[in-house]
C-alpha cells in the first residue's frame, strides 16, 4: 500500500509539473503586482481577478465558490434536460425529469395562480380558538410548513447512538433577530421594506390594501415580539447552552398554553417522554405571547406563512414580490433564472437521485482514491502537530489524537442513496411536487425515531460545492462537486492542490478541535474531555484569534464578529497550517532551486498563491451587511489574510519585512495547532 501511495504521490507532482506548460493553475493576469504581498496579499494575489469578475446581475456575490457551484448548475441541467426528454430510462429519470418539467411550465404555474394553497388558507381561516391553532400548526409542520417554532429529529449530542425530538427557537422571517431590533438606518429600511412586502403580498391573494396593511403590523409585531425572545447568534454557539433535555410533563410545566404531549403525537412522534429543547426562555416567552394574542392575529400569522413558504412555486406575482423584497436585503439586481432556481430545488428535494445522475456522468472514481491519499497525508501532519504542541498535556494529546484517528471519512457521494419511496412527481403539478417532496422530508426525518442512527448518511449532496464537519459523528465531508479546480485538478502540481483542497481538508479536520468541536469526544459524544489547565491554554489562543478578527473593518463602521466566525476563523489557521505542513513533506514541498519554478513561483510561493485564490470573492454591499450578521464565516479577504499573518513560512516566501502592513511580530503571530 506504502508504494502505491508513493506512487500516485510521484504521478501527481510529475504530472503537475508537465501540465503547467500548458495550463496555468496560478494566471499572473489575475493577480495585481502593484501590491506588494506583505501589504495586502488578497489583492496581490486577486487584484486584476476582482477588477474583471464583478458580480453578475443576478448574483449577489462572485468568487470561486459562485463559479463552481455555477459549473454545477450547468452539469444539473444538462442532466435535467436529458430526463425531461426521457420516457424509457425508468424511474429515477422519470422523477427527476418530470419534476423539472413541471417547474419549467410556467405557463401551467401562472393560469393556477394562487389556487394551488386556497385549500391551505381555507383550513387556517376555520382556527377559532387556541386549541384549533395548536392543531392546526401541527398538522401545518406534517406538510412540511413549520412555523412559530423549529422541530427536528437528530442525535442526541450527549447520547449519540440515540435520536431525539428537539426544539428549537424561531418563527421569525427576517434573516436574524437583530434586523427586528435594532435601529441603525439600515434595519428601519429593511423593516419598512418587509412591512412593505407584507402587504403587498397579502393584496395578491384578495386582501384590500388597508385590511393588507393592517395585518402587516400585526406579522411585524408578532415577530418582533418573538425576536425579543430569542438568543442571539453567538450565544447558539455554546452546545452547552442549547442543551437542556427536558421531559415532556416538564416542558408542558414550562408553557401551560401548550399540550407537548399532544403536539408530538400530532407530529407524528407518539410516545416520547424526553425532548431536547435549545432555549428553554424562548418557549416560555412563547407560551405568554400566544396565550396575549388574539386568535384573528394567530390566524393572520399562518395565512401568512403559508403564503411565505409557497409563494416561489406560485404565479409569477408572487415570485417577483418574494424578489423585489430580496433586492432590499440583498442587493440583486436580477432574478435568478428560472431554470437554476428549479435545479437547485430538485438538487435540494430529491439531491439522491440528482445526486446519482452526476456522479455517473461527471465524478472520476479515482478522484476519490486521491482525495483519501491527501486526507492521510494531512492526519499524518495532524498528528504530528498534535504530539508537538508546547500548551497541551500527554493526557488531553492522546485522547486529542484518539479523536483524529477517528475521523470518519466521507468523499464523493453516499455510499447508500435513498430511494424516495413514496414521493409522486407529477409532469404537469410543480406546486404538488414540492409538496410531496417536502411531506416525504419530514416523514423520513419523523421516523428516524425508535431506529439506530444511520451514520452512512450525508448532510450534502454530491453537486455541493462545499464540505463540512458532523461533531456529533465525528466525520468529515468532501461532496463530488468540491473536487475541481480552484481546490483540486488531477493535472496540478501538489502546491496548488494542498493549498487549495488540502487546506480545506485541515480546515475540516480542525473543526473537531475548534472552540465547539473540541468540546465532542472522539464518538461524537457532548462531554468534557480536556484538563482544566488544557482548555484554559486553549481558550487563550482562540482569544487571540477572536481578537485579530474583531480588529477587521467591513464596510464604513461595520467589522467582523470575531465571536461569531470563531470556530472558522480557528478552522481556517489549523487547516492552512496543516496543509502547508503536509505539502513540504511532499517531493515539490522538498524541492528548491530554478528548477522547482513553476511560471516564475517557487513551490511554496504557489502554496500561499493558492491558497489566496481560494477566497477571492466580490460580495454586493447589502449582501455582506447581511452576511455580517449572519454568517459564521469572515468575509474572503480577512479568511485569505488572517490566517497568512500568523505563517512564518508565508513570510519566508513573499520576504514579508516589518513595515509591510500584514508585518506581525514572531512573538505576536498566533498558533494553536
Not at 268 to 279: N, R
Amino acid at each position: 500500500m506504502n508504494k502505491q501511495l508513493a506512487f500516485l504521490f510521484a504521478t501527481t507532482v510529475a504530472v503537475g509539473f508537465m501540465a503547467a506548460d500548458t495550463r496555468k493553475f496560478i494566471d499572473p493576469q489575475n493577480m495585481d503586482m502593484s501590491v506588494k504581498p506583505g501589504d495586502n496579499f488578497y489583492q496581490y494575489a486577486n487584484g486584476n481577478w476582482l477588477k474583471q469578475n464583478t458580480v453578475p446581475a443576478s448574483k449577489t456575490s462572485w468568487g470561486s465558490f459562485n463559479e463552481l457551484r455555477e459549473k454545477s448548475l450547468d452539469a444539473m441541467k444538462s442532466l435535467l434536460d436529458d430526463a425531461a426528454k426521457t420516457t424509457t430510462k425508468g424511474r429515477l429519470y422519470q422523477m427527476v425529469g418530470d419534476y423539472y418539467t413541471s417547474g419549467m411550465d410556467s405557463v401551467t404555474i401562472e393560469n393556477r395562480g394562487f389556487e394551488p394553497i386556497k385549500p391551505e388558507l381555507a383550513r387556517v381561516d376555520k382556527v377559532n380558538n387556541k386549541q384549533a391553532f395548536f392543531d392546526e400548526l401541527a398538522y401545518q409542520r406534517t406538510q412540511s410548513n413549520g412555523m412559530l417554532f423549529g422541530f427536528f429529529v437528530a442525535q442526541d449530542r450527549k447520547n449519540v447512538s440515540k435520536y431525539m425530538p428537539q426544539f428549537s427557537q424561531g418563527g421569525t422571517t427576517l434573516p436574524d433577530r437583530d434586523y427586528y431590533l435594532k435601529n441603525d438606518a439600515r434595519s428601519v429600511k429593511i423593516r419598512d421594506a418587509y412591512r412593505d412586502n407584507l402587504t403587498k403580498m397579502f393584496t395578491l391573494i384578495g386582501e384590500e390594501a388597508a385590511q393588507a396593511a393592517q395585518q402587516a403590523d400585526v406579522i411585524l409585531n408578532f415577530e418582533t415580539a418573538l425576536a425579543k425572545a430569542q438568543l442571539a447568534r453567538v450565544e447558539l454557539r455554546d452546545p452547552y447552552k442549547t442543551y437542556n433535555k427536558l421531559t415532556v410533563a416538564s416542558f408542558n410545566k414550562l408553557t401551560p398554553g401548550i399540550n407537548w404531549a399532544d403536539q408530538l403525537t400530532k407530529f407524528g412522534a407518539k410516545g416520547q417522554d424526553t425532548v431536547l429543547v435549545q432555549s428553554p426562555a424562548f418557549f416560555r416567552s412563547l407560551d405568554s405571547l400566544v396565550a396575549a394574542t388574539p386568535i384573528e392575529d394567530l390566524r393572520t400569522y399562518m395565512r401568512w406563512n403559508i403564503l411565505k413558504g409557497a409563494a416561489p412555486y406560485l404565479s409569477d406575482a408572487f415570485v417577483k414580490q418574494s424578489f423585489a423584497f430580496s433586492k432590499v436585503l440583498t442587493g440583486q439586481k436580477e432574478q435568478t433564472p428560472r431554470w437554476q432556481r428549479i435545479s437547485g430545488l430538485i438538487d435540494n428535494s430529491l439531491g439522491d437521485l440528482l445526486g446519482q445522475l452526476y456522479v455517473q456522468s461527471y465524478f472520476k472514481p479515482e478522484a476519490k482514491q486521491r482525495m483519501l491519499t491527501l486526507v492521510g497525508n494531512l492526519e499524518t501532519s495532524y498528528k504530528e502537530h498534535i504530539k508537538n504542541l508546547d500548551w497541551m498535556s500527554e493526557e488531553t494529546k492522546k485522547k486529542a489524537l484518539t479523536k483524529l484517528l477517528a475521523f470518519k471519512r466521507k468523499i464523493g457521494y453516499p455510499d447508500k442513496w435513498k430511494n424516495y419511496e413514496g414521493v409522486t412527481i407529477a409532469r404537469n403539478d410543480f406546486y404538488g411536487n414540492v409538496k410531496s417532496a417536502s411531506k416525504w422530508s419530514y416523514n423520513y426525518m419523523i421516523n428516524r425515531l425508535g431506529k439506530p442512527v444511520d451514520k452512512m448518511e450525508w448532510g450534502m449532496t454530491p453537486p455541493t460545492v462545499n464540505a463540512y464537519y458532523n461533531p456529533v459523528n465525528n466525520e468529515i465531508a468532501f461532496p463530488a462537486a468540491i473536487l475541481q479546480f480552484p481546490f483540486f485538478d488531477f493535472e496540478a502540481d501538489d502546491a496548488i492542490n494542498y493549498g487549495g483542497i488540502g487546506a480545506v481538508i485541515g480546515h475540516e479536520m480542525t473543526h473537531g478541535f475548534d472552540d465547539q468541536g473540541r468540546q465532542y469526544d472522539s464518538d461524537g459524544t457532548l462531554r468534557d474531555w480536556w484538563t482544566k489547565a488544557d482548555a484554559d491554554n486553549f481558550k487563550k489562543r482562540a482569544d487571540q484569534v477572536k481578537d485579530q478578527f474583531f480588529g477587521f473593518k467591513v464596510l464604513d463602521s461595520i467589522k467582523v464578529n470575531g465571536q461569531l466566525t470563531l470556530g472558522e476563523n480557528l478552522a481556517d489557521l489549523g487547516g492552512l497550517t496543516i496543509a502547508y505542513d503536509a505539502f513540504k513533506k511532499t517531493a515539490q514541498g522538498k524541492s528548491s532551486g530554478k528548477k522547482s519554478m513553476i511560471d516564475g513561483f517557487t513551490p511554496d510561493q504557489r502554496f500561499f498563491l493558492s491558497w489566496a485564490q481560494v477566497w477571492r470573492i466580490n460580495v454586493l454591499p447589502e449582501t455582506q451587511a447581511q452576511l455580517i450578521m449572519t454568517d459564521p464565516h469572515a468575509p474572503g479577504l480577512y479568511r485569505c489574510n488572517g490566517p497568512l499573518s500568523n505563517i512564518n513560512a508565508w513570510y519566508q516566501a513573499f520576504n514579508v519585512q516589518p513595515g509591510d502592513k500584514m508585518y506581525k511580530k514572531p512573538e505576536d503571530r498566533i498558533k494553536v495547532w
